[in-house]
T-cell receptor, first 123, second 106 residues
Framework: EVQLLESGGGLVQPGGSLRLSCAAS????????LSWVRQAPGKGLEWVSS????????YYADSVKGRFTISRDNSKNTLFFQMNSLRAEDTAVYYC??????WGSGYWYFDLWGRGTLVTVSS | SYEVTQPPSVSVSPGQTATITCSGE??????ACWYQQKPGQSPVLVIY???KRPSGIPERFSGSNSGNTATLTISGTQTMDEAEYFC?????????FGGGTKLTVL
């Protein structure tokens, strides 16, 4: 089954760091852009970051720019998200999401989502 | 930054047509997509590139986009369609989600 599986969430104090991972299976990982989308408890979806299929291009929401870093290891079919200087407002379920086959042509949407991992920032 | 807006809630009777809108400045010049999210579950793509349905999505789901408004239409709505629906667009290498619309089928 084609799937994405996130890990690495947990409880962290304000100002702390956390590294999320997303393991992909049963699709050609290196051919697709990937993204992180978060959802605060009881709230809507918020795009956080995207990375091109090769890893050469990265994009960030203003809310996390300079604090979070997206990266990927195509040899290990894994996406990463380094989160530093965490704030209470970063508390959310973080979803890993796969871009569609036409992402490179400028059509940005997500055709596969993981189950998410919960990040809680609290003292 | 670009923004899209959805109504917080829409109600529909079973078998009727549900219409959910997504508004943004000149949204029709961009592409919109829609996700369905049921409680405790991950979002599922139901419409992409304004009107295309992914494999496995029932034909009763359709989409359109013109002017300042994208629309998700569910024909013959079923109780299983009760969920939150999010529209999404992108602009200047940034993805934007609407706030979500809670669809109640009763």
């Amino acid at each position: 089954e084609v799937q994405l599986l996130e890990s690495g969430g947990g409880l962290v104090q304000p100002g702390g760091s956390l590294r999320l991972s997303c393991a992909a299976s049963r699709f050609t990982f290196s051919s697709y852009a990937l993204s992180w989308v978060r959802q605060a408890p009881g709230k809507g979806l918020e795009w956080v970051s995207s990375i091109s299929h090769s890893g050469e291009s990265t994009y960030y929401a203003d809310s996390v720019k300079g604090r979070f870093t997206i990266s990927r290891d195509n040899s290990k079919n894994t996406l990463f998200f380094q989160m530093n200087s965490l704030r209470a407002e970063d508390t959310a379920v973080y979803y890993c999401a796969k871009g569609g086959p036409d992402w490179g042509s400028g059509y940005w949407y997500f055709d596969l989502w993981g189950r998410g991992t919960l990040v809680t920032v609290s003292s | 930054s670009y923004e899209v807006t959805q109504p917080p809630s829409v109600s529909v009777s079973p078998g009727q047509t549900a219409t959910i809108t997504c508004s943004g400045e000149r949204l029709g010049d961009k592409y919109a997509c829609w996700y369905q999210q049921k409680p405790g579950q991950s979002p599922v793509l139901v419409i992409y590139r304004d009107s295309k349905r992914p494999s496995g999505i029932p034909e009763r789901f359709s989409g359109s986009n013109s002017g300042n408004t994208a629309t998700l239409t569910i024909s013959g709505t079923q109780t299983m369609d009760e969920a939150e629906y999010f529209c999404q667009a992108w602009d200047s290498s940034s993805v934007v989600f609407g706030g979500g619309t809670k669809l109640t089928v009763l």
